[in-house]
């Protein structure tokens, strides 16, 4: 068997082309042009690439981007001060602080400053809880569209066995819970995790986010099961020229998975797709006006 691929490129751009019609269709219908600024601290390379994707992408669908950089050592106080001015502008309606911050800052103290209805990321308490309880409230960008490919090949999730692979705040809890609401049996497995091969063996939907090299070996694949790989690992090759590679050993999950995502092309791509979508959920909501179909 060879797994069919899920182009999370392709699924991406079909997504980004959908948003563009919605902007589109705001700004003629309501004279709303969705708007958001994303903050980032320091120049770490990787953060760097990741607000200049961003800043295209949104710039591309139609939408206003607006960029702040502040320095490595600002303080936590300015960046809650900016936060809080850029809660209260009008033409601001997601707001995105590029983790990691440096040492010196409260994450959570920053991310808890966002309004809740502009945390286009869903990392605010308020967001969780509502993920967590079946409210409407904004939902983390990568599992999104994790959860996206999955229906979207699967259709119906319910009754299937999903093995959610980490927990961290960002991807690994979010995204359990993203699977339980589709009525999955889920298991969060993690570092502490007794035997993961046999976990990971009887799960339908397996999802990987991890952040070690091809930990999830291909030969623990259940025949025929989802397996969606959020990991983005950049390993060094012998001839020492770098490639990146995911959290699943792909080469041999694909001769027992009935789908899988590459990496790169996967879900990496999906990630800003779902941040433009959730900027303009949050600009609806904000105005009070229905989002386009
Ligand atoms: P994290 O470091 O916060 O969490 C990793 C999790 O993996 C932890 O919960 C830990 O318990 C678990 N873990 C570690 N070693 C393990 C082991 N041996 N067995 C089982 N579980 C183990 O990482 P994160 O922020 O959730 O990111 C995970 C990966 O996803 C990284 O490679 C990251 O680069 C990638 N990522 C990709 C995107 C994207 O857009 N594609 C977005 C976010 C994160």
Redesign the pocket.
Known sequence: MTASIIDGKMFAKNLKEEIARKVETLKINHNLTPGLAVILVGTDPASQVYVRNKNKSTNAAGMNSFEYLMDDNVSEEDLITKVKELNKDPIVHGILVQLPLPKHINEAAVIETITPEKDVDGFHVINSGLLATGGKGMVP??PQ?CIMMLKNHLGNLSGLDAVV????????KPMAQLLLNESCTVTI?????KN?AEVVGRSDIVV?????PE?VKGDWIKKGATVID????RIEMEDGKTRLV??VEFKAAVQRAGAITP?PG???????AVLLQNTVTAACRLLGVNEPE
């Open positions: 960008c990568t569209g692979v980490g927990r961290s705040n960002i991807v690994g497995a993690h570092s502490r995790t993961l990987a986010a991890v952040g070690v930990l959020v990991g983005i690992n995911g959290d990496v996967g879900v990496g791509p999906m990630t800003i």
